[in-house]
């Protein structure tokens, strides 16, 4: 069953679809770095739609090579979409956990090498992670404290 709301399925049904057959087909090496799924679910959290981000990112993480650059950035930007989730939720103290986790995870990639040409080489990491501080140092997240992707990206 595809992730979307029952109510209005269409839009993200066959992309839903196509992402996880191509996560299935795809070589351990090439998804996580080039895998269309990647982009659709980092512009889903971009437009809101955290839930949907979350369940494709998850796709992607699991088909990326174990233990892998790839797998630890995704599962930080999966901990982020939760979090994200949670704020619009109201449960500020869940999603301050799970941004710290991210972080957390960010730190870890971070002792990784580096030197590569894969999506873990080319996101703006530290961009990312300073915004997520930034928000950690609000007295109180609110709903619209949500992290997106691509505002990391423009700064």
């Given at each position: 069953?595809?992730?979307?709301?029952?109510?209005?399925?269409?839009?993200?049904?066959?992309?839903?679809?196509?992402?996880?057959?191509?996560?299935?087909?795809?070589?351990?090496?090439?998804?996580?770095?080039?895998?269309?799924?990647?982009?659709?679910?980092?512009?889903?959290?971009?437009?809101?739609?955290?839930?949907?981000?979350?369940?494709?990112?998850?796709?992607?993480?699991?088909?990326?090579?174990?233990?892998?650059?790839?797998?630890?950035?995704?599962?930080?930007?999966?901990?982020?979409?939760?979090?994200?989730?949670?704020?619009?939720?109201?449960?500020?103290?869940?999603?301050?956990?799970?941004?710290?986790?991210?972080?957390?995870?960010?730190?870890?990639?971070?002792?990784?090498?580096a030197g590569g040409d894969g999506f873990a080489d080319s996101f703006?990491?530290?961009?990312?992670?300073?915004?997520?501080?930034?928000?950690?140092?609000?007295?109180?997240?609110?709903?619209?404290?949500?992290?997106?992707?691509?505002?990391?990206?423009?700064?």
């Amino acid at each position: 069953m595809c992730p979307a709301n029952p109510r209005n399925p269409a839009p993200i049904t066959k992309r839903w679809r196509r992402s996880q057959l191509w996560c299935r087909r795809a070589s351990a090496a090439t998804c996580a770095a080039r895998n269309p799924a990647l982009r659709y679910g980092l512009a889903l959290n971009d437009r809101g739609y955290f839930w949907e981000a979350q369940e494709i990112l998850e796709a992607v993480w699991a088909a990326a090579p174990q233990g892998g650059r790839e797998r630890i950035l995704l599962r930080a930007c999966i901990l982020i979409a939760t979090a994200n989730l949670r704020l619009r939720m109201q449960k500020a103290h869940v999603a301050t956990r799970l941004f710290g986790e991210a972080l957390g995870e960010f730190e870890a990639l971070g002792m990784r090498s580096a030197g590569g040409d894969g999506f873990a080489d080319s996101f703006p990491v530290a961009a990312l992670a300073a915004r997520i501080k930034a928000k950690l140092a609000l007295p109180m997240l609110t709903k619209a404290d949500w992290v997106a992707f691509g505002a990391a990206a423009r700064t």
